[in-house]
């Protein structure tokens, strides 16, 4: 059966039909990476999101696969160990979405970084991560400095140094997990939220109620054990758990801007220092640069955090001051999006000094909240907590599972050896994107979503001659992504498959229309029902560029 709410229907009846191991709450990469360890481990499996799969944090971050230099500064050695060495294994496993990015620190006058500290820095980061030799840092001269990114300041510029990171599709590797998941037995639906526990006569979690929001109804799900992996919303759950204790969450705004690369030109990815002493990242991608990030105490809309005007402000004398020849202003911000880090509360400190650590904290009624953490380090995460529920299960429920074999296994999409084998698939797939009429750069694109799945996107490719190329290409993915990848509304495709609402805004205002009008058919909504999806859609891209 595929992974497509077109057989909602039977999930749903599925869901409520037998008792669980596990339910997870949360569809971002915590939670997927949960169920795909769990579900590998024969672990009976339900996830519950109440949006799209990746809505939450896990769409709108640096999208970066990084060990974070900069925790370097705040002696979090381990932290950079673990996630460091963990690069290179979501790689792996993952290599269409995921792909190695040269990353330029440039050192200034009077700027923060040194050129010894610097130089000493990065060398502990590549040992500490494990680089491979041919990754590790190099340090520059002003002279290459400026060579390799010549919109730097010349007369501010005294050196540089050159390392590795990995560049990602934050929502596309949650949806490659989730994809993984299901694959591997789990049960996964989206648009189902968690709105209260039910709990046993001793007071233990036995299950939860849940809202269908495609249809308003409500059910119940009975589980042996629940994970509340719900991100920035780990502390509304464990409010209606009753258990929110003085360990609590400090969500931070991170906001990030998009430019058109013309206007941003960057040769490559930079990751400077601003007065205030933070970090940001100018990074080129498919003909936009894209930067940030901003970090302040957020106390608002959980749902919808949006880029406000000082955010809007703060990056653009950032950018403007290290790239003086730019000069951008606040017209030529082409889309942006907003992020909540679900950082643990220490007391006095400043949000950028909160670590990223991850923490579970079991509540008396067993409920398993994870908190805190990274995109990069979910498999470590995930590897943690299901071990936690293994042992219960192994100790309460006299159920014997196997052990972790995330390390190794290659997710949807990622079904390739090595990079070479990746790059050979591609090349193997250009005559038919050619016989298409699509031409290079829209396959590589493509392979970059689908990894190795993109044929069968191919295959939902119905050429006709009333159609454009590109309108042809879109139905495509669009129908490929209703029939195996859970799209039920206009955003899951625009902003989580695809990401066009961020970074081709352009085009995207001709596209909502067609995927209206598309998912209208699909799902026989009522005129009440598709204004409601336009609606919705329009107020995102809407969003991405007002600032008040
Ligand atoms: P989320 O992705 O927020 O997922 C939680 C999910 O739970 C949501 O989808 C939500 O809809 C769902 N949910 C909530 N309540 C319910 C309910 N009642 N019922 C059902 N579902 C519910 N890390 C990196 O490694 N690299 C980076 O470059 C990076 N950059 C970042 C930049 C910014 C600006 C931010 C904010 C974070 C960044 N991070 C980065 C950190 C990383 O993005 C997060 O740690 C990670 O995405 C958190 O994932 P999560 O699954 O825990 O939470």
Known sequence: MNFSNRNRPHFLKAAQQQEFD???????????????????????TLLLEKNDFGYGTSSRSTKLIHGGLRYLKQLELKLVRDVGRERAIVYRNARHVVLPERMLLPIVKNGSLGKQSSSLGLMVYDLLA?????????????????????????????????YFEYRTDDARL?????????????????????????????????????????????????????????????????????SLSSKRLQLTKGVHIVFRHEQLPVKQAVYFDVADGRMIFAIPRNGITY???????????????????QDVQYLLNAVNQMFPSVNLKKEDVVSSWAGLRPLIHEDGKSPSELSRKDEVIVSPSGLISIAGGKLTGYRLMAEKVTD??????????????????????????GNFATREEAKAYLKSLLPKFGALGLNENVATNLFHRYGSNTEKVLSYFVKTDSMQTDEMLLRAELNYCIEHEAVQMPEDFLIDRTGYLFFARNETATKIKLVVEQLTNVWQWNDEKKQKALQSIQQKYDDAVMFE
């Open 174 to 242: 949650v949806i490659e997990l989730a994809k993984s998941a299901f694959k591997e037995g789990a049960l996964l639906l989206n648009y189902a939220e968690v709105r209260s526990f039910v709990k046993s006569d001793s007071g233990k979690i036995a299950g939860l109620t849940v809202m269908d929001k495609t249809s308003d109804a409500t059910f119940e799900v009975r589980a042996k054990y629940v994970v509340n992996a719900a991100g920035p919303w780990v502390d509304v759950l464990r409010k209606e758990d009753g």
């Open 291 to 309: 930067v940030g990030t901003t970090d302040t105490v957020y106390n608002q809309d959980i749902d919808s955090p949006k880029a406000n005007n």
């Open 388 to 413: 936690s529920v293994a042992l219960l299960l192994s100790k309460n429920f006299s159920k014997h599972t196997q052990k972790c074999v995330t390390k190794k296994y290659l997710l949807s999409g």
């Open 130 to 162: 494990g680089v491979k030799k041919s990754e590790q840092r190099v340090m520059l001269n002003k002279h290459f400095t400026l060579e390799a990114e010549p919109l730097l300041d010349e007369s501010k510029v005294t050196g540089g140094g050159l």
């Open 22 to 44: 596990l339910v997870v709450i949360g569809g971002g990469i915590t939670g997927c990476g949960i169920a795909l360890d769990a579900s590998l481990r024969g672990i009976k």
